[in-house]
């Protein structure tokens, strides 16, 4: 593989040691590595380079200047669909749903073994393939005017989903496919055509990633109590906006 071509991995990690041995391993299968320390360096990359193309973060969860969490929420805040493996030697199970219901991809406990750092990470690039420049297409229009979806108010000013219990903030990626689906009603939308609209043309057909988001928008709206079934799942082949049917608390 071509350098220009070789897979480009951020890792944040202050353990300068163990940094570089991530780095090894990762030139070792012919990816590329670069390594921050720091929380604001990592930010100052991302805020300086919002084009580069970066395929995926193995980020550090307690940095010495900072937490991993929020640069993780502030890539997302930024349209960046960048696949995520949370690197921690924190054991707390709640710190774990934590950071994967924020939509990290998966999880590695320190300390761990090479082999299995490298299986998790070709097992995300494998079913998280994005864009060059590891950015989500933002379709959302400019004037972020707020629009229905279900039933439910969605404001893409504060990126909020109004629903009758209380507003609840979500990511951009969620946001884009709520906006998108309204804006196709009564359509028969490809699994290929929404994520091709959506990631890019360089996304990989094969992709779980749209259905994962889908599952995960259907389950918050399941816990505030509201039926999705204006949202159906054409069989094998993708899905259907259906406004008309009036949406009812569950």
Same mark, same amino acid.
């Given at each position: 593989?071509?350098?220009?071509?070789?897979?480009?991995?951020?890792?944040?990690?202050?353990?300068?040691?163990?940094?570089?041995?991530?780095?090894?391993?990762l030139?070792?299968?012919?990816?590329?590595?670069?390594?921050?320390?720091?929380?604001?360096?990592?930010?100052?990359?991302?805020q300086?380079?919002?084009?580069?193309?970066?395929?995926?973060?193995?980020?550090?969860?307690?940095?010495?200047?900072?937490?991993?969490?929020?640069?993780?929420?502030?890539?997302?805040?930024?349209?960046?669909?960048?696949?995520?493996?949370?690197?921690?030697?924190?054991?707390?199970?709640?710190?774990?749903?934590?950071?994967?219901?924020?939509?990290?991809?998966?999880?590695?406990i320190k300390?761990?073994?090479?082999?299995?750092?490298?299986?998790?990470?070709?097992?995300?690039l494998?079913?998280?393939?994005?864009?060059q420049?590891?950015?989500?297409?933002?379709?959302?229009?400019?004037?972020?005017?707020?629009?229905?979806?279900?039933?439910?108010?969605?404001?893409?000013?504060?990126?909020?989903i109004?629903f009758?219990?209380?507003?609840?903030?979500?990511?951009?990626?969620?946001? *884009?496919? @709520?906006f998108?689906?309204?804006? +196709? /009603?009564?359509?028969?939308?490809?699994?290929e055509? $929404? %994520? *091709?609209? @959506?990631?890019?043309?360089?996304? +990989? /057909?094969?992709?779980?990633?749209?259905?994962?988001? $889908? %599952?995960?928008?259907?389950?918050?709206?399941?816990?505030?109590?509201?039926?999705?079934?204006?949202?159906?799942?054409?069989?094998?082949?993708?899905?259907?906006?259906k406004?008309?049917?009036?949406?009812?608390?569950?």
């Amino acid at each position: 593989m071509a350098l220009a071509e070789k897979l480009r991995i951020v890792v944040v990690e202050d353990d300068e040691a163990l940094a570089q041995a991530i780095k090894r391993q990762l030139e070792f299968i012919d990816m590329s590595a670069i390594i921050f320390h720091l929380y604001q360096d990592a930010l100052d990359f991302f805020q300086r380079r919002p084009g580069s193309s970066v395929h995926l973060l193995l980020l550090d969860l307690n940095l010495p200047d900072g937490n991993g969490l929020l640069l993780f929420q502030w890539l997302q805040q930024k349209g960046f669909a960048l696949p995520t493996i949370f690197v921690t030697g924190e054991t707390d199970e709640r710190t774990k749903i934590r950071s994967l219901d924020m939509g990290g991809d998966d999880y590695l406990i320190k300390p761990f073994g090479f082999a299995e750092m490298l299986s998790r990470v070709n097992a995300v690039l494998r079913r998280t393939s994005i864009p060059q420049g590891g950015r989500m297409n933002s379709i959302i229009p400019a004037s972020e005017k707020e629009f229905y979806f279900c039933g439910v108010k969605v404001l893409p000013a504060t990126m909020e989903i109004c629903f009758p219990s209380g507003a609840i903030r979500v990511g951009k990626k969620e946001l *884009n496919i @709520l906006f998108y689906m309204s804006q +196709n /009603p009564h359509q028969m939308l490809r699994r290929e055509r $929404i %994520m *091709n609209d @959506l990631w890019g043309k360089f996304i +990989n /057909p094969k992709s779980r990633s749209l259905d994962q988001y $889908i %599952m995960k928008i259907r389950k918050l709206f399941q816990e505030h109590n509201i039926s999705l079934a204006c949202l159906e799942t054409v069989h094998s082949l993708g899905y259907c906006y259906k406004p008309d049917i009036t949406y009812k608390t569950i």
